[in-house]
């Protein structure tokens, strides 16, 4: 039997309720709750240590929340099996803000070895090593010439385009950005947010990108979901955030812009 995950075509991706975390003392996360439909588009904004990426971290399972139910693809992450949990990751693509690729393995071996542990059948681990279709995905993010070298040997910024290429080249259900244009020049910015919007198109993957940079999240998601003090503060298109009585929402905006 599959331990993949079954739900229906409209049950949420994500749901996460009243979710806690505190780190030696520091509360990070502090009763958030969000739900994320199927094929949603999200930009999570706020200030840097604001929980973003601890509470991205929760939704894929790499660290439990104190308090609260974090639910992904139906399944409460802090009640299911390590092969369960395995089996929710493979349906997950996540760039990570430092971009945690594998220094003893070329970019494109980084991406094989992706799409290999994500492959829910076997016609998706034939094409795992399918060079061409990865040295297209690298092209895309402006790495085609470095394939072949190891992450330690690129600049920061090649890094992060690495690991957004890895992210994206396991076809996944849900696809997290953290940070994905952070250091990245406007030119290289805006390329990379369009690949991501063009993968999110043919793809169908709920998406959720946390940023500082509200010109990002705005070219991203007319949706933009607002955190302060580890908790969802607003949520809602930009101009209807913009034109609210919240203090904190217009400063943050207006800051950013």
Same mark, same amino acid.
């Given at each position: 039997?599959?331990?993949?995950?079954?739900?229906?075509?409209?049950?949420?991706?994500?749901?996460?309720?009243?979710?806690?975390?505190?780190?030696?003392?520091?509360?990070?996360?502090?009763?958030?709750?969000?739900?994320?439909?199927?094929?949603?588009?999200?930009?999570?904004?706020?200030?840097?240590?604001?929980?973003?990426?601890?509470?991205?971290?929760?939704?894929?399972?790499?660290?439990?929340?104190?308090?609260?139910?974090?639910?992904?693809?139906?399944?409460?992450?802090?009640?299911?099996?390590?092969?369960?949990?395995?089996?929710?990751?493979?349906?997950?693509?996540?760039?990570?803000?430092?971009?945690?690729?594998?220094?003893?393995?070329?970019?494109?071996?980084?991406?094989?070895? =992706?799409?290999?542990?994500?492959? %829910?059948?076997? !016609? &998706? #681990?034939? @094409? $795992?090593?399918?060079?061409?279709?990865?040295?297209?995905?690298?092209?895309?993010?402006?790495?085609?010439?470095?394939?072949?070298?190891?992450?330690? =040997?690129?600049?920061?910024?090649? %890094?992060?385009? !690495? &690991? #957004?290429? @890895? $992210?994206?080249?396991?076809?996944?259900?849900?696809?997290?950005?953290?940070?994905?244009?952070?250091?990245?020049?406007?030119?290289?910015?805006?390329?990379?947010?369009?690949?991501?919007? %063009?993968?999110?198109?043919?793809?169908?993957? $709920?998406?959720?990108?946390?940023?500082?940079?509200?010109?990002?999240?705005?070219?991203?998601?007319?949706?933009?979901?607002?955190?302060?003090?580890?908790?969802?503060?607003?949520?809602?298109?930009?101009?209807?955030?913009?034109?609210? $009585?919240?203090?904190?929402?217009?400063?943050?905006?207006?800051?950013?812009?």
């Amino acid at each position: 039997m599959s331990d993949a995950p079954v739900i229906m075509s409209d049950a949420p991706v994500i749901e996460l309720r009243d979710i806690e975390k505190s780190f030696g003392g520091r509360r990070v996360l502090d009763g958030f709750s969000l739900t994320v439909a199927p094929g949603a588009k999200l930009s999570l904004v706020g200030e840097s240590s604001c929980g973003k990426s601890s509470l991205l971290k929760i939704i894929v399972g790499l660290i439990r929340p104190d308090q609260g139910a974090a639910k992904v693809f139906g399944r409460d992450l802090n009640r299911i099996s390590s092969r369960e949990l395995r089996a929710v990751r493979q349906r997950i693509g996540m760039q990570f803000q430092s971009g945690a690729l594998f220094d003893s393995l070329s970019v494109i071996e980084n991406l094989k070895l =992706a799409r290999r542990e994500s492959a %829910r059948d076997e !016609a &998706a #681990l034939r @094409r $795992a090593d399918d060079r061409e279709e990865l040295m297209e995905l690298l092209a895309a993010v402006g790495l085609a010439k470095a394939a072949d070298r190891a992450p330690h =040997a690129l600049s920061g910024g090649m %890094r992060k385009r !690495a &690991a #957004l290429a @890895r $992210a994206i080249a396991v076809n996944p259900d849900l696809a997290i950005f953290d940070e994905p244009t952070a250091g990245l020049d406007p030119v290289t910015s805006r390329r990379i947010i369009n690949l991501i919007e %063009r993968v999110s198109s043919r793809s169908g993957a $709920a998406m959720i990108l946390a940023t500082t940079d509200v010109q990002v999240a705005r070219h991203f998601s007319p949706d933009l979901v607002i955190m302060n003090q580890g908790r969802l503060w607003a949520q809602g298109a930009m101009d209807a955030l913009e034109a609210g $009585a919240d203090l904190f929402t217009k400063k943050l905006l207006s800051r950013l812009l």
